[in-house]
Every structure is written in structure tokens, then in C-alpha cells.
């Protein structure tokens, strides 16, 4: 086992520092100066020089990358050019917003998908249940998760007002009173705080959701109908075991395997979900700070983010095929 | 020892009088229904993307200032409503269809001709081009579509073309390792073995023998990724970094009319609707064709 973990930390480490690298230089070619873009038009070139020295941008390009591959090692990636403290900090701040997120709606889409892809698959020869179900995981898989923001937006804000229009609670405050141990001297505020958060999280966390069920709902339906041909399910049923047996406790296990392996795809996708989200429900998180970062032209902070999402798409990938060895022991590595 | 398997215990009432013609009829619908609705709306979005200046009832930028913000039939010209300068939605909509189907399509066939050779290439030959090919392709996978098509659009600015790049090299990784993970198993075919033993050489082989036998699944999936290629797309304007106003693209009136979802909610419900109708078509396409040519879902 630890010979495989640390066969595959060899793979992840090029790879992280590959995908590194295409940031890196992709944000080299960006047009624009970066210090122009800080300080305007007007400023004096003496004082872009300053700039430019400031963050390093004289130095050769060689330089800057190795700086930069060294520095991102550490999580220290500059200083934003535009708030004015480090990236590292202000991703610091912002993850907790993105990691509620994804974890909500990681739960609102296993919440929906499973059910509906196993039902799905067992159903699959009654066409008014398997049909209808199949065309709502379609619609799910083909509605961009903003539109889908915008009109619970619009209904539920708007029009019911039952839910905010912008914003992402109080979660601050939530973590600072968790820190404190004021969560627990006045429990009251507390939870006041934590259904504030909650109440700014339902409709970002039902509109990624919902697109995000859309995949696990397929991917359980083929995981299922793999499973319930199998041997074993046949054997079960002969036994004269109940149909709710064969499906929960033989069958229901045995899906989860390969769902299992798809958890890094999932979270490469809800990642790029909360790009999308955070923007329609202007809610603090990394992918909101990350195409605002990119409308100022403030490079540092872009670069972090980006390197920040890839260096959690390339750990959770890793998670996912440690845990694959641990839950499939037939697996064996090359 | 082999035991012969009956798929399922319920396959037994199909052998019932009536129940076979029931059966045929309920699969050939299930079989083609999707596959004919899908085909259906993407020639429907081809027709309009291609005959835009015939089809919309409007100049898409021409902008009537006595009907600013009105409703979908509020004046009677306008049958989807205006926008904030006055512009007919149904126009823009329409002509906002050729921005998605020119980026989804040649973006497509970009991701598809850099990826597929190379997946070919790296799955017939094997070795040390197949482990530096695959871990290019592995580096580039760890950028999720949207992700990556919009570091190269920001790098390279947002024009029609820089788009169909980035989300053509978004897509390339995508199709090199399909396409590797196809010739490995063509590889093993007798008729490669017959072909290298009538003395072709490495490229005939994979040339002749190994992409057209290849192409059927490559083709499928491609249009499952036209689907995505059209939602990077309109992700992308939606940001802001795709095509720049006031050409229309579906994202970028989308993403203009956020600013007045409170009074006029038609122009984001329709130019969204145009973005879930167009993806769908092409999902539904992509996925009939898959479960046509599976075989392990033929006898659902």
C-alpha cells in the first residue's frame, strides 16, 4: 500500500507542476501590462519601473517561473495587486465559502441523483417511470447551472422574496464564533449566524445541486444496471431473499464501488459550478474571486486561484484512487 | 463451466401472446424517439444559425427607442420582448444560434484533430511516446472544460476564434485518451495482425486500419461534446470573457439582462431556454447514438 501511495504521488507532483506551468505561462501572455492595469494610464514611468520591480516582472522569465513553482510550493503566491495583501490570505478567506458550497450541493445532488438513477434502473421496463425520470436528469444535465441560478432567482427572491437576492451570510462570523468558543457560550447568536449562512446557501446549493444530479443520477443508473446482472444478484434473488434486500444489501453496496471513482470527476465539475454560481448569487468564494480577478487584471490573485483549483482537482484525484485500492481490494496496481 | 444467463426474470412476460408486438413497439419508439427529436432540433438550430438573416424579424443590433424593456408581446413587432437599447430578443436569439453552433461545432472538430491522431498515435505505438502523449493529456485533464477554456480566452482575448481554440484545446485531452483507449483494443484485432503481416507500415496501419474502425464510438462522442462545447461557450460570455457585446451570443444577452431580472425577466428565461434547447439537442443525439451502438444496452 505505501509503495502505491507513493507511486502515485510521483505521478501527481509532474502533474500538478505541469498544470502549474500552463498557468504560469498563460498568464505571461496575457495582454496588458499588470502594472499598467494597477495604476492606470497616468502613471509615470518611473513609477511603472517601480512596479515592475516590485513584483519582480524585470527579472528573466525563467526566474519568475522558478520563483513562481517555489513560492506556489509554499502557498505563498504574491501579494494582489488590487487589495493590496497576499493571495494566500485572501484564498484563505475565501475557501471556506467555496467549500460550503460544493459540499451543499454535493448533498442536494446525492440526494436527488441516486434515488432517481437507481428507480431509474430498476424501473427501466416501465417507461412512465424510467422515461420521465431519464428526461428530468437530461434537462438537469442540459440547463446551465446559471440560468437555472437566475430563475430561482427570480421566483424565489424576487417574486416569493422567501430567500436573498446577493451574498453569502455571515460565514465569518460562524467560523470566528467556532474559533472563540463563543459558539457554545451563547448558542443562540450562534445558530442565528448558521441559519443565516444556510438561508444565503439554499437556492446557490439547489442550483448547483440539481446540475450536478443530473451526472450522478446517470452515472448511478448504468452503475446499477451493471450491477443488478450480476451473478451474485441472481443468486440472491433465487434464495427467495425480498426485492428490498437484494436491492439495498447487495445491490445498493456494490453500485457505490464505481461511483466511488467518479468523486475527483465530480469535483472537478462542482468547482467549475461555483465559478458559475458564485457569479449569478454574488456569494464570496474562490471562483467569484477568480473572474474578478481576471475583469481587474489583477494577475497574482488569478494565478492563485487557478493554481488553488488545480492543486485540489490533482488531491482529490489522489484521495479517490487511494481510497478505490482501500474499498476494491481486488484491484491490484501495477 | 459455463451456464447459459437470461438477462432478467422479468423477460419472461415478454414470451406472452401481445406482449412481443407491445415490446417492439415500446423499444423502436424507445430506440428512436430520442434519437429523432434530438436530430429534429439540432437541424432546426442549423437551419436557424444558417438562414439567421432570413428567419429572425429583426436587425438583431438595430434598437427602437419606444420600446425599451417591453415585454414579450407588449409591442406587437417584438414577439419575445426588447432588451435595455431596445434590441428584439427573438432577433438576437437568433442570431445568437450561429455563435453557438460555430464555436460548438468547429471547436469540436479542432478538440477532435489535434486529440484523435495523438491518441492514436499513443495507443498503437505504445512506449515512451505513448507515456509522454498521455501525460500531457493527463496534466491538461487536470483542468476541469470551463476552467481551461477560460485561462486561454483570457490570455488570448475574447474573439470567435480565440473562443473556438480554447474550447477546441479544452476538449483535445478529452478525445486523445478515448481515441488511445480505442486503438488499444483494435490493436489486439486479427486484421492489424493480417494487415503488419502484409508488410503495412505503422502509419498505414493506424491510418487505414485503426482510426476508421475507431471513428463510430470517436463520432459519438463528439457529439456529446458539441453539447458541452456549446455550455463552455455560453459560460464563457456569461463571465464576460467571451464574444463582446453587441454581437449577440446566447451567454452575453444572458448576462446582460441579469441586470434587469427584477422588471424584465424574459430576455434571461428566453436566452437561457435557447441554451438548454440547443444542448439538449445535442445530448439527446450523442446519447441515442450510444445506447444505439453499446451493445450491452441494445437489449434494453
Redesign the interface.
Known amino acids: 500500500m505505501l509503495q502505491y501511495v507513493l507511486r502515485r504521488l510521483l505521478v501527481a507532483v509532474?502533474?500538478?507542476v505541469?498544470?502549474m506551468s500552463?498557468?504560469f505561462f498563460?498568464?505571461r501572455?496575457?495582454?496588458g501590462d499588470p502594472c499598467v492595469a494597477m495604476m492606470g494610464d497616468q502613471a509615470t514611468t518611473m513609477a511603472l519601473a517601480d512596479c515592475t520591480k516590485n513584483l519582480g516582472l524585470h527579472r528573466p522569465l525563467a526566474v519568475q517561473y522558478v520563483d513562481y513553482l517555489w513560492r506556489s510550493a509554499q502557498f505563498d503566491f504574491g501579494t494582489s495587486l488590487r487589495q493590496g495583501y497576499p493571495v494566500s490570505e485572501y484564498i484563505g478567506r475565501m475557501f471556506p465559502h467555496t467549500l460550503v458550497l460544493v459540499l451543499a450541493s454535493s448533498v442536494v445532488a446525492a440526494l436527488v441523483g441516486i434515488p432517481i438513477g437507481i428507480v431509474s434502473a430498476l424501473k427501466?421496463?416501465s417507461?412512465l417511470i424510467d422515461y420521465p425520470l431519464r428526461i428530468i436528469a437530461?434537462?438537469g444535465?442540459?440547463?446551465?447551472v446559471?440560468?437555472l441560478g437566475?430563475?430561482l432567482?427570480?421566483v424565489f427572491s424576487?417574486r416569493l422574496n422567501i430567500f436573498p437576492l446577493i451574498g453569502g451570510g455571515d460565514l465569518d462570523g460562524v467560523i470566528h464564533m467556532l474559533r472563540t468558543g463563543e459558539a457554545f457560550s451563547s448558542p443562540a447568536d450562534f445558530l442565528a449566524a448558521v441559519g443565516d449562512v444556510l438561508h444565503h446557501l439554499t437556492l446557490p446549493a439547489l442550483a448547483l445541486g440539481f446540475t450536478l444530479a443530473a451526472t450522478i443520477s446517470r452515472l448511478s443508473r448504468s452503475a446499477m444496471?451493471e450491477v443488478i446482472?450480476q451473478d451474485y444478484i441472481r443468486t440472491a434473488?433465487a434464495k427467495g431473499q425480498g426485492e428490498r434486500t437484494v436491492v439495498y444489501k447487495h445491490a445498493f453496496r456494490n453500485m457505490m464501488v464505481p461511483l466511488l471513482t467518479i468523486i475527483g470527476l465530480f469535483v472537478?465539475?462542482a468547482?467549475?459550478g461555483t465559478?458559475?454560481t458564485e457569479?449569478?448569487f454574488t456569494r464570496p468564494g474562490l471562483g467569484k474571486m477568480l473572474?474578478d480577478a481576471?475583469?481587474a487584471r489583477d494577475y497574482p490573485l488569478?494565478q492563485g486561484a487557478?493554481t488553488v483549483?488545480?492543486m485540489i482537482?490533482?488531491f482529490v484525484n489522489l484521495v479517490v484512487d487511494m481510497l478505490y485500492a482501500v474499498v476494491d481490494p481486488r484491484i491490484t496496481y501495477r | 463451466m459455463a451456464i447459459s444467463r437470461r438477462a432478467d426474470p422479468l423477460d419472461l412476460s415478454v414470451a406472452l401472446p401481445g406482449g412481443e408486438a407491445r415490446r417492439s413497439i415500446g423499444g423502436y419508439l424507445r430506440r428512436w424517439l430520442p434519437l429523432g427529436i434530438g436530430i429534429l432540433m439540432a437541424i432546426a438550430m442549423v437551419v436557424l444559425a444558417a438562414a439567421a438573416p432570413l428567419i429572425a424579424p429583426l436587425s438583431p443590433s438595430a434598437q427602437y427607442s419606444d420600446a425599451v424593456l417591453k415585454g414579450p408581446g407588449a409591442v406587437e413587432r417584438h414577439l419575445l420582448g426588447t432588451d435595455e437599447f431596445g434590441r428584439d430578443i427573438l432577433s438576437r436569439i437568433i442570431w445568437g444560434a450561429r455563435v453557438s453552433l460555430q464555436v460548438g461545432l468547429a471547436s469540436v472538430a479542432w478538440g477532435f484533430l489535434l486529440g484523435v491522431p495523438l491518441g492514436i498515435l499513443a495507443g498503437t505505438r505504445g512506449g515512451a511516446v505513448e507515456t509522454a502523449i498521455m501525460r500531457c493529456a493527463d496534466m491538461l485533464m487536470a483542468f476541469p472544460t470551463l476552467l481551461l477554456a477560460l485561462i486561454i480566452v483570457t490570455a488570448l482575448g475574447g474573439t470567435l476564434v480565440n473562443e473556438i481554440l480554447a474550447i477546441g484545446i479544452a476538449l483535445t485531452p478529452n478525445f486523445v485518451r478515448l481515441a488511445r483507449s480505442l486503438a488499444l483494443t483494435i490493436r489486439e484485432q486479427d486484421y492489424i495482425m493480417a494487415a503488419r503481416a502484409l508488410g503495412s507500415g505503422q502509419l498505414r496501419v493506424m491510418a487505414r486500419h485503426v482510426f476508421p474502425n475507431a471513428l463510430y464510438a470517436l463520432v459519438v462522442v463528439a457529439t456529446l461534446y458539441i453539447a458541452t462545447a456549446i455550455r463552455t461557450e455560453a459560460s464563457l460570455s456569461f463571465l464576460g470573457l467571451g464574444i463582446p457585446p453587441p454581437t449577440p451570443s446566447w451567454g452575453n444577452i444572458l448576462s446582460e439582462g441579469r441586470q434587469y431580472i427584477k422588471c424584465c425577466p424574459w430576455i434571461t428565461t428566453f436566452s437561457g431556454l435557447a441554451i438548454m434547447v440547443a444542448v439538449l439537442a445535442f445530448n439527446l443525439v450523442g446519447d441515442a447514438l450510444r445506447d444505439l451502438l453499446d451493445p450491452r444496452l441494445r437489449g434494453e
Open positions: 509532474p502533474m500538478l505541469g498544470a500552463i498557468v498563460a498568464m501572455i496575457l495582454p427501466r421496463r417507461p437530461l434537462l444535465l442540459s440547463m446551465p446559471f440560468w437566475i430563475l432567482l427570480i424576487l444496471l446482472s434473488r472537478a465539475v468547482l467549475t465559478v458559475l457569479t449569478v473572474v481576471i475583469g488569478a487557478i483549483f488545480t482537482i490533482i
